[in-house]
């Protein structure tokens, strides 16, 4: 065997990259040893991430959000992360000023916003489902019959329908309706009112409350009450049911006037299986997506590509869909 003589290059190379509102990334090489006969050498390098990443924006993606920053600190423990809920409005306006590093954006972005310097890549899929309170006086009939989009509109866009019996249509029950929305500015309502037959938000009528506990917890107490909630917040993601209180009015999408199978979810992995294989309509399911005031570079740079590699891995336990790989591919090159 001819035999090679090693040469050892050794490189140390120190990268700052310090961004307004940004963590800070430094990347050392080790070295790497280099053949003289000719053939190519692997490069490899072994990077030490340090500082911190501020995020703030959409409950619906808080949860997943937190989880990420624990795997990525496993990795890097130099990093620290300083991650709040507040709606995905709140987001936005926080990384427009520069006061946080990443966003959590749970609706599509605006053209004014990108014009205002928001870059934006997506994450990951979730959806969000109507909730009713497990002791509505027609809950039977509604799980047998389901509810068309066209009620769900005159519900929550017209206010035409006002009564649970206008819903079923047994004019005998006149039990009222109480309708919830959100008060903060949600990419869950936002997908809600795009669903019904609105352009935005402001389209739904109801009493607003604000954050998504606050709706679950209204519909928890309220017999009459009807709302709207995210698949990882309506569902226990440690026994997979729905949170007690509460139940999925099936819609009804093909218009038949019956609940098919295809449309009843009481556990997690039914609701998860209808978004992930597009039976659920969109909206409202939907695309989380993370935005920057530019292109992210350094340390936010890093975290968000291994959210888009690694960190997919960590999605469907939190209830989340995780990206198809030609979508990963595309919010990759976006980066590029």
């Given at each position: 065997?001819?035999?090679?003589?090693?040469?050892?290059?050794?490189?140390?190379?120190?990268?700052?990259?310090?961004?307004?509102?940004?963590?800070?990334?430094?990347?050392?090489?080790?070295?790497?040893?280099?053949?003289?006969?000719?053939?190519?050498?692997?490069?490899?390098?072994?990077?030490?991430?340090?500082?911190?990443?501020?995020?703030?924006?959409?409950?619906?993606?808080?949860?997943?959000?937190?989880?990420?920053?624990?795997?990525?600190?496993?990795?890097?423990?130099?990093?620290?992360?300083?991650?709040?809920?507040?709606?995905?409005?709140?987001?936005?306006?926080?990384?427009?000023?520069?006061?946080?590093?990443?966003?959590?954006?749970?609706?599509?972005?605006?053209?004014?916003?990108?014009?205002?310097?928001?870059?934006?890549?997506?994450?990951?899929?979730?959806?969000?489902?109507?909730?009713?309170?497990?002791?509505?006086?027609?809950?039977?009939?509604?799980?047998?019959?389901?509810?068309?989009?066209?009620?769900?509109?005159?519900?929550?866009?017209?206010?035409?329908?006002?009564?649970?019996?206008?819903?079923?249509?047994?004019?005998?029950?006149?039990?009222?309706?109480?309708?919830?929305?959100?008060?903060?500015?949600?990419?869950?309502?936002?997908?809600?009112?795009?669903?019904?037959?609105?352009?935005?938000?402001?389209?739904?009528?109801?009493?607003?409350?604000?954050?998504?506990?606050?709706?679950?917890?209204?519909?928890?107490?309220?017999?009459?009450?009807?709302?709207?909630?995210?698949?990882?917040?309506?569902?226990?993601?440690s026994s997979g049911t729905l949170v007690p209180g509460v139940i999925i009015p099936p819609i009804d999408i093909d218009n038949?006037?019956?609940?098919?199978?295809?449309?009843?979810?009481?556990?997690?992995?039914?609701?998860?299986?209808?978004?992930?294989?597009?039976?659920?309509?969109?909206?409202?399911?939907?695309?989380?997506?993370?935005?920057?005031?530019?292109?992210?570079?350094?340390?936010?740079?890093?975290?968000?590509?291994?959210?888009?590699?690694d960190g997919q891995q960590y999605l469907e336990a939190a209830g989340f869909v995780p990206l198809t790989p030609e979508q990963?591919?595309?919010?990759?090159?976006?980066?590029?």
């Amino acid at each position: 065997m001819r035999k090679q003589s090693l040469t050892w290059l050794s490189v140390v190379l120190v990268l700052a990259v310090t961004l307004s509102a940004c963590g800070t990334a430094t990347l050392e090489a080790t070295a790497v040893p280099q053949s003289d006969a000719g053939t190519s050498s692997e490069t490899t390098q072994d990077e030490q991430l340090s500082g911190t990443i501020s995020v703030s924006g959409a409950f619906a993606l808080y949860p997943m959000m937190t989880v990420w920053a624990e795997e990525f600190t496993k990795l890097h423990p130099d990093v620290q992360f300083d991650v709040q809920g507040g709606g995905a409005g709140k987001g936005m306006t926080d990384t427009i000023a520069g006061a946080v590093d990443i966003g959590m954006i749970s609706r599509s972005i605006k053209d004014e916003e990108t014009a205002q310097g928001i870059f934006w890549v997506s994450v990951t899929k979730d959806a969000v489902f109507p909730i009713i309170n497990a002791e509505n006086p027609v809950a039977a009939q509604i799980l047998e019959k389901g509810i068309s989009q066209e009620i769900f509109g005159k519900i929550y866009i017209t206010g035409e329908i006002t009564t649970w019996g206008e819903v079923i249509g047994d004019p005998t029950i006149t039990d009222e309706i109480h309708v919830f929305t959100r008060s903060d500015a949600s990419g869950a309502a936002d997908q809600w009112a795009r669903y019904t037959g609105g352009e935005a938000q402001e389209d739904l009528k109801g009493v607003g409350v604000n954050g998504e506990p606050a709706i679950l917890g209204e519909v928890i107490k309220d017999p009459f009450a009807i709302g709207y909630g995210n698949l990882n917040s309506i569902f226990d993601l440690s026994s997979g049911t729905l949170v007690p209180g509460v139940i999925i009015p099936p819609i009804d999408i093909d218009n038949n006037g019956k609940a098919d199978a295809i449309e009843i979810y009481t556990v997690k992995e039914d609701a998860f299986g209808a978004v992930a294989n597009g039976t659920y309509p969109s909206p409202p399911a939907r695309f989380e997506n993370l935005a920057t005031l530019g292109k992210p570079e350094g340390l936010t740079l890093a975290f968000i590509e291994w959210i888009l590699t690694d960190g997919q891995q960590y999605l469907e336990a939190a209830g989340f869909v995780p990206l198809t790989p030609e979508q990963q591919a595309e919010s990759l090159e976006k980066l590029k």
